[in-house]
């Protein structure tokens, strides 16, 4: 029997109920319970690929194609499940399929309504396409009283209804803030929170309270009584160190016990063993190394989401701390060489990550070249790649106007936009009149690594499979040119026409990939290309 259990937020945004989700699916996990997790989106994007970075954090994406919310990379971190297009909806996805099922008359003419056809849209969503799990993990995006997410709320408001609480888990993610003027941490903004949702028709079985001090127990008897929930359910999320201890907290403050408790389940204690060897790792490294992310969206770093977490398990893996340095690209355009030098001067690695359109490119070409000359550790993903691409072509095969058609249209185009290529046993076709929502490259693809190159060697495997989002492709009829100037194509697609990855023999650590290797990377199992990295970044940090 599957059981449900709904994650909602309350009081203030970014509580953490993405990460709480996971940490809660790992502690499941580790009681030997299989799981799956879900995001519902309350925005009217159909998925989050056209979104601004910025705005809203990385895209990330799954092995079978969808531009999800950045949470399914907590899911996927914490459980080593692999999510799927059936584990983020959108409310612009559930219109739209609502919208084309009236326009197909497959409501024989009824009149289309938020209740029922848009929460039973929603229900399907959250029950379909599931294999059996021992629970299923929902997280409600936005905070209870936002309007967006009121069908969601009234979605698995009937569920409950429909499966009872043997089936059911509402757990209710909230602030008890800490009023400095009255020393005192407050309990009515999450009394005010839950009425919310008990107005909604919801009653949370379990609370699960955010606050940077200690809760004494008559602290939580008090939102007990007033929040309808029992004292023990009552849950403290203290802040941590990092963010792999939380399985460890949660489990320490009793909260999968809670859960088991409430679905009657007489489950054996978690094994953590494998969190707490994290967080030891973490907390107590042999070294430390900086390095640099040279980007265009240094302005929220939940842009760099993924990448962040996968540099850190670079270092779980060398057992090193991983100190960031966020740079914009653009510093290197409008600043001269000695000044930006002077952000490179404790760098031990330089990292150039993905991204879209012609702002900060050219700085970008310059970091590569810093990090080529001055024999940094480099690696290039994505946009990255293209980029240490055209840098070499410029610099060292004689092609000063070598760019991209992205940029606009060029005399030499060593990186365009792909028009046609293979996806399992179908062929994709795309062109500039395409809209840009989920028209890329996008999910998991094979790749062939070259015998004797370094990657082979990073990989230890003659064919790896990584995921892609891209619209744009470096040109493999430039092989030899590159080559010619050091730099090698030591990873391409079966069929071999499209390159991805591209390394410089000449360098101590110079490997670029067309691919976004930070997706696939875990705490309990580093992506081999970041332990690479960084283990080459701390080698050149050690003799700075």
Same mark, same amino acid.
């Given at each position: ?56 954090g990385e895209v990330f994406v799954t092995d079978d194609g969808a531009e999800t919310d950045l949470d399914l990379g907590h899911y996927e971190r914490f459980t080593g ?45 959250? @029950? ?190 060398? @057992? ?15 600043? $001269? ?62 092609? $000063? ?9 060029? $005399? ?28 890329? @490259? ?84 580093p992506h081999p290309l970041f332990t690479g990295f960084v283990s080459a970044a701390y080698k050149k940090a050690t003799l700075l």
């Amino acid at each position: 029997m599957t059981r449900f259990i709904f994650i909602t937020g309350g009081v203030v945004s970014s509580l953490g109920k993405g990460l709480g989700s996971a940490a809660l699916a790992a502690l499941l996990q580790a009681r030997g319970y299989s799981v799956r997790l879900r995001k519902l989106d309350p925005y009217l994007n159909v998925d989050p690929g056209t979104m601004s970075p910025t705005q809203h954090g990385e895209v990330f994406v799954t092995d079978d194609g969808a531009e999800t919310d950045l949470d399914l990379g907590h899911y996927e971190r914490f459980t080593g499940v692999h999510t799927r297009k059936t584990d983020n909806v959108t409310t612009g996805r559930i219109y739209s399929d609502v919208l084309a099922r009236e326009r197909r008359g497959d409501y024989l003419g009824a009149t289309i309504q938020v209740i029922p056809h848009v929460t039973d849209a929603i229900k399907a969503f959250v @029950r379909n396409d599931l294999s059996g799990e021992d629970f299923v993990l929902c997280e409600i995006g936005g905070t209870v009283g936002d309007i967006e997410s009121l069908p969601f709320l009234e979605a698995i408001r009937q569920i409950g209804n429909e499966l009872g609480r043997s089936q059911v888990c509402f757990i209710h993610v909230t602030l008890i803030p800490y009023i400095k003027a009255a020393g005192e941490l407050k309990t009515k903004p999450t009394q005010h929170s839950v009425k919310e949702l008990q107005s909604l028709g919801i009653q949370p079985d379990i609370l699960l309270c955010r606050t940077e001090y200690h809760l004494e127990r008559e602290q939580r008897d008090k939102i007990g009584l007033f929040c309808n929930v029992r004292s023990d359910d009552v849950i403290l999320a203290s802040d941590v160190n990092n963010i792999y201890e939380v399985p460890v907290a949660y489990h320490n403050e009793g909260l999968d016990t809670q859960v088991c408790a409430h679905f009657g389940l007489n489950s054996p204690k978690p094994d953590l063993a494998r969190w707490r060897e994290i967080s030891q790792s973490v907390a107590s490294p042999e070294g430390e190394v900086t390095i640099a992310i040279v980007g265009k969206y240094t302005s929220l770093k939940d842009s760099y989401k993924s990448l962040s977490e996968a540099l850190a398990h670079g270092g779980i893996a060398n @057992r090193v701390r991983v100190n960031l340095t966020f740079l914009n690209s653009e510093l290197f355009e409008h600043e $001269d060489e000695t000044s930006y030098l002077h952000h490179l001067e404790d760098v031990g690695g330089i990292l150039v990550p993905g991204g879209f359109g012609l702002r900060g490119a050219e700085g970008k070409i310059e970091a590569i070249r810093i990090a080529r000359e001055h024999k940094i550790p480099y690696l290039g993903i994505c946009f990255g790649m293209q980029m240490a691409v055209l840098e070499t072509a410029r610099a060292l095969a004689g092609m $000063d106007k070598a760019s991209s058609t992205e940029f606009g249209p060029c $005399d030499d185009a060593l990186v365009g936009l792909m028009t046609e290529w293979t996806a399992g046993n179908k062929v994709q076709t795309r062109s500039d009149g395409d809209d840009l929502g989920g028209t890329m @490259r996008l999910g998991a693809y094979d790749c062939v690594l070259e015998e004797g190159s370094l990657v082979r060697s990073i990989y230890d495997a003659e064919q790896i499979q990584e995921r892609h989002r891209h619209r744009y492709e470096v040109n493999v009829a430039y092989r030899d040119t590159l080559k010619n100037a050091g730099m090698v194509m030591s990873g391409v697609s079966p069929d071999g026409a499209l390159p991805e990855i591209v390394e410089r023999p000449d360098h101590p650590w110079f490997v670029a990939v067309q691919f976004h290797p930070e997706l696939k990377s875990k705490p309990f199992e580093p992506h081999p290309l970041f332990t690479g990295f960084v283990s080459a970044a701390y080698k050149k940090a050690t003799l700075l």
